[in-house]
């Protein structure tokens, strides 16, 4: 009764921030994403009974904190009368420091859960399970551009456009490779409860969804571009002005969207986009990534280059 799933990080270009459910998850807001091909969470789950209590490891070490989290994920996915899980998680990449390890790494659980206990489940059905314990995660279990549409007392989720049929460039510069000092989930129930700008981030969403969704079906590259970006800052702004204020950003991150700036200005297609994290993620057409990843690995502060096309749905890799 084993099971291992992979998944990949998803990059929000119309940002999810905030929760009007927190017992249930519900985003406050709908999003859209394009789902990442060399960025990945591998996760076996393995039932026993032998186990007396669930068991995480990740990255090869015990990991206590996050385990709460994970058991109420397998809860949610195999009931609560379930056997213990002995429960391994790796990463290529960093964690915890705002590239969407947790919904690469609650997608993955989601599927090989399922399949360990040999459950089935539409795809759907799965995104909302990976939901309920990461916001984000619901989209890592579709591929190329998805848009979680928020309604009711429930998420829908829709491919736009599937993995190959606009091959976009993600050129991620990591500026930090810690944990975060603020979990977003915290993050978002301060700026819910102290921002003013938060109603109106409320507001403003449906409108720019609707262009950002436009502009993915057209592949309008300079639409998506700006109602992108302009949505990460209207993000950032509601977190600035919380109290205390949610400021992920560091030095090179702002260098770095500098550096997309003046790419921009040189004529290259890109767009940056900078979720609750330090890490700037420049989306590019890709005939402009090296020179993007060339001026990105050039600009003061950065300390990796990590450059992906767009990916595939999670999805189960072995079961015994």
């Not at 995480?56 to 949610?76: A, K, T, W």
């Not at 969704?213 to 592949?219: E, G, M, N, P």
Request: contains cysteine; negative net charge.
């Amino acid at each position: 009764m084993q099971a291992t799933a992979i998944a990949q990080p998803n990059i929000a270009l119309i940002k999810y921030w905030g929760k009007r459910d927190v017992e249930r998850n519900l985003p406050a807001v709908g999003s859209i994403s394009v789902t990442l091909r060399e960025l990945h969470t591998e996760v076996s789950v393995a039932l026993s009974s032998d186990l007396r209590s669930d068991e995480l490891f990740v990255n090869g070490e015990e990991s206590q904190p996050l385990l709460p989290r994970i058991s109420r994920c397998l809860d949610n996915v195999i009931g609560t009368q379930r056997l213990r899980a002995r429960i391994t998680s790796r990463s290529n990449f960093p964690i915890a420091a705002g590239l969407a390890s947790s919904a690469s790494a609650f997608a993955a659980t989601t599927v090989a859960a399922a399949s360990a206990a040999d459950l089935s489940f539409s795809t759907e059905e799965l995104a909302r399970l990976a939901g309920q314990a990461s916001g984000s995660a619901a989209r890592s279990l579709y591929g190329g551009f998805v848009e979680l549409r928020n309604s009711g007392d429930t998420i829908k989720l829709a491919a736009l456009r599937e993995v190959d049929s606009w091959p976009l460039q993600v050129v991620v510069a990591i500026t930090e490779t810690g944990p975060k000092p603020t979990g977003s989930t915290e993050a978002m129930e301060i700026s819910r409860e102290t921002s003013p700008f938060y109603t109106s981030w409320i507001e403003q969403q449906d409108q720019d969804l609707e262009i950002a969704r436009t502009a993915i079906l057209q592949r309008d590259f300079a639409q998506l571009a700006t109602v992108a970006e302009h949505n990460c800052l209207k993000m950032h702004s509601v977190m600035w002005a919380s109290r205390p204020p949610m400021v992920y950003w560091n030095s090179a991150t702002m260098r770095c969207m500098q550096t997309v700036r003046q790419l921009q200005t040189e004529g290259c297609q890109v767009f940056f986009t900078i979720d609750a994290g330090p890490q700037v993620k420049a989306v590019c057409l890709p005939e402009d990534a090296e020179a993007v990843s060339k001026a990105l690995a050039e600009t003061p502060g950065v300390q990796e280059i990590m450059m992906s096309g767009l990916g595939s749905a999670a999805r189960l890799v072995d079961k015994t």
